[in-house]
């Protein structure tokens, strides 16, 4: 049972432009969430997260959506830029701290 | 500042044989550790997770299991593998009470 989709295996982006990432989950426990970026052949790296009492939480390029009553939450890069390029996995918790991933997407930013 | 170990990076191991997968974190203390697999192609599937030493709880049934000797390692096993077990394994870890998980560089596994 997939509780949280990424259903954009892939974007492609130019560089300098905003890069958008969707998710969308089923479970209205889940109260944390986050963004990891993987390269490939490593793991994931823990980029940013929001609580469910908040709807945006903003690190530098990276932005991050929350809307409770979608089920919804997006991530925003402004601006992209080549080294963005990765599979980017929402994940979410409930209050146990067991993640539950999505199936990752993958973004390629364009010179 | 903390960081997490895993090796091998790479192992090719035939069906049948045993496995065993080692993670360590440093520089912090009790923390959570867990295991995740991730099969070509597929988001992070959670394998085990663990709050102390001994204390080991499985999510999906398998032929995988886990084991925590000691505080900051965690090992991965397999008395059998078999071919479906090929993948790419992630071991994290979590400050106690905290959600983010940190991950190490992970182990490709290639079960033929």
Redesign the interface.
């Known amino acids: 049972d997939q509780q949280v989709k990424q259903n954009s295996p892939s974007l492609s982006v130019q560089e300098g432009r905003i890069s958008i990432l969707n998710c969308d989950y089923t479970n209205s426990m889940f109260d944390y969430f986050l963004w990891y970026k993987k390269y490939p052949a490593e793991g994931p790296t823990f980029l940013i997260s929001i609580s469910s009492i908040k709807d945006k939480n903003e690190d530098g390029r990276f932005t991050v959506f929350l809307n409770k009553s979608a089920k919804h939450l997006s991530l925003h890069i402004v601006p992209s830029q080549p080294g963005d390029s990765a599979v980017y996995f929402c994940a979410a918790s409930r209050d146990d701290y067991k993640l539950s991933f999505g199936a990752g997407t993958t973004v390629t930013v364009r010179a | 500042s903390q960081t997490i170990h ?1 090796w091998p990076a790479t192992l090719v191991q035939p069906v049948g044989s045993p496995l065993s997968l080692e993670c360590t974190v440093e520089g912090t203390s009790n923390p ?1 550790l ?1 295991w995740y697999r991730q099969a070509a ?6 394998l085990f ?1 663990s709050v102390g030493i001994g204390q080991i709880s499985s ?1 999906v049934p398998q032929n995988l299991s886990a084991s925590r000797p000691q505080d900051r390692q965690f090992i991965l096993s397999s008395k059998k593998l078999l071919l479906s077990d090929s993948g ?1 394994y ?1 071991c ?1 870890w ?1 400050v106690r ?10 182990t ?1 596994l290639l079960v033929l």
């Open positions: 895993q959570n867990y192609g597929r988001g992070l599937q959670l997770y999510e790419f992630l994290a979590s009470g905290l959600e983010t998980q940190y991950f190490g560089p992970g490709r």
